[in-house]
């Protein structure tokens, strides 16, 4: 398997380690902010576990589960939790991205 | 059109890391350092490396069972410092398999990071009530008289299992031993 640009994606054992290139960027931001001492990993974790426990008692029979999903929603309450910015700011940027045209430059 | 079409986290994502690149917390280019870190020098190879050795050498195995965090700090593995690591071995008596019931805690250091189905709720929770008919589904049909525990990780210990060195293995050097090992076989749901 090829990803479009040609560069063949990061493989562990055979599989996918990030099932879509978002999910390996917010894995690095964590281990960035986290290694350069923002948060100890430690918290990360129990704001993920918090995510987690909630979705597992809370999900309908056939919701799927995605574990990325709940990373990144961990990490913007912690994120925000820890001042490192506000989560309006976060939001603002969000819609920003959202509505501008398809196939913008990045 | 607009970017509305594209998955709503993939632009949370984006958003995020562009907030806090303006803020000067970090870097793009620090990320891609992670992510090829665990991408390529951090994965299970290293534990492989670890069983083999045990393999060969009987007094690192029992320095990697009796305290399994010093006993790999004799390699020098990246992947964030493990604060407990404890090596579970299996025996004819007794199999060992691996979970974190909670989130997805895993001993990056010596296998990477984890496989989807070991964050699923499905293995989390089953693997703990019924870890015969798990093990069975994923492959491993062990004898009715093995015994099977299960350890469940946490933020303190990290678990990894030393599988039994398969027989017709034996003689062989400790290089050509790693390639046998499999990441399955250290997470206890794969025999060797």
Redesign the interface.
């Given at each position: 398997m090829e990803l479009e640009d040609g560069l063949a994606p990061p493989m562990a054992n055979g599989e996918l380690l990030f099932e879509a290139p978002w999910q390996g960027r917010v894995f690095g931001i964590a281990r960035v902010l986290s290694e350069q001492g923002y948060f100890p990993w430690d918290d990360f974790r129990e704001a993920l576990i918090n995510k987690i426990s909630y979705w597992d008692q809370s999900h309908r029979e056939h919701d799927p589960y995605a574990y990325y999903d709940h990373f990144l929603a961990a990490l913007t309450d912690l994120l925000s939790r820890k001042k490192l910015f506000d989560f309006s700011e976060l939001l603002d940027r969000d819609e920003q991205f959202r509505v501008r045209p398809h196939g913008h430059d990045h | 059109?607009?970017?509305?079409?594209r998955?709503?986290?993939?632009?949370?994502?984006?958003?995020?890391?562009?907030?806090?690149i303006e803020?000067g917390?970090?870097t793009a280019d620090?990320?891609?350092?992670?992510?090829v870190r665990?991408?390529?020098r951090v994965?299970?190879m290293n534990g492989a490396r670890v069983v083999a050795r045990a393999w060969i050498d009987p007094d690192f195995k029992q320095r990697l069972l009796e305290d399994g965090t010093s006993a790999i700090n004799e390699f020098s593995f990246e992947g964030?410092r493990i604060e407990k690591l404890v090596v579970v071995e299996n025996t004819e008596k007794v199999h060992n398999a691996v979970v974190c019931t909670?989130?997805?805690?895993y001993p990056w250091a010596v296998l990477?990071?984890p496989?989807?189905w070991y964050?699923?709720?499905q293995y989390r929770?089953r693997i703990v009530r019924e870890p015969r008919t798990v093990l069975k589904e994923m492959g491993l049909d062990l004898p009715a008289d093995l015994e099977i525990r299960i350890w469940d990780s946490s933020?303190e210990v990290r678990y990894m299992v030393l599988p039994q060195q398969p027989e017709h293995s034996l003689g062989k050097s400790e290089q050509e031993l790693a390639q046998l090992v499999?990441?399955?076989s250290m997470v206890g749901v794969e025999s060797l």
């Amino acid at each position: 398997m090829e990803l479009e640009d040609g560069l063949a994606p990061p493989m562990a054992n055979g599989e996918l380690l990030f099932e879509a290139p978002w999910q390996g960027r917010v894995f690095g931001i964590a281990r960035v902010l986290s290694e350069q001492g923002y948060f100890p990993w430690d918290d990360f974790r129990e704001a993920l576990i918090n995510k987690i426990s909630y979705w597992d008692q809370s999900h309908r029979e056939h919701d799927p589960y995605a574990y990325y999903d709940h990373f990144l929603a961990a990490l913007t309450d912690l994120l925000s939790r820890k001042k490192l910015f506000d989560f309006s700011e976060l939001l603002d940027r969000d819609e920003q991205f959202r509505v501008r045209p398809h196939g913008h430059d990045h | 059109m607009t970017d509305h079409d594209r998955e709503p986290q993939a632009i949370r994502a984006e958003a995020l890391e562009s907030l806090l690149i303006e803020k000067g917390l970090l870097t793009a280019d620090a990320i891609d350092e992670v992510i090829v870190r665990y991408s390529e020098r951090v994965g299970p190879m290293n534990g492989a490396r670890v069983v083999a050795r045990a393999w060969i050498d009987p007094d690192f195995k029992q320095r990697l069972l009796e305290d399994g965090t010093s006993a790999i700090n004799e390699f020098s593995f990246e992947g964030g410092r493990i604060e407990k690591l404890v090596v579970v071995e299996n025996t004819e008596k007794v199999h060992n398999a691996v979970v974190c019931t909670l989130c997805s805690c895993y001993p990056w250091a010596v296998l990477g990071l984890p496989p989807r189905w070991y964050k699923d709720p499905q293995y989390r929770s089953r693997i703990v009530r019924e870890p015969r008919t798990v093990l069975k589904e994923m492959g491993l049909d062990l004898p009715a008289d093995l015994e099977i525990r299960i350890w469940d990780s946490s933020a303190e210990v990290r678990y990894m299992v030393l599988p039994q060195q398969p027989e017709h293995s034996l003689g062989k050097s400790e290089q050509e031993l790693a390639q046998l090992v499999t990441r399955n076989s250290m997470v206890g749901v794969e025999s060797l």
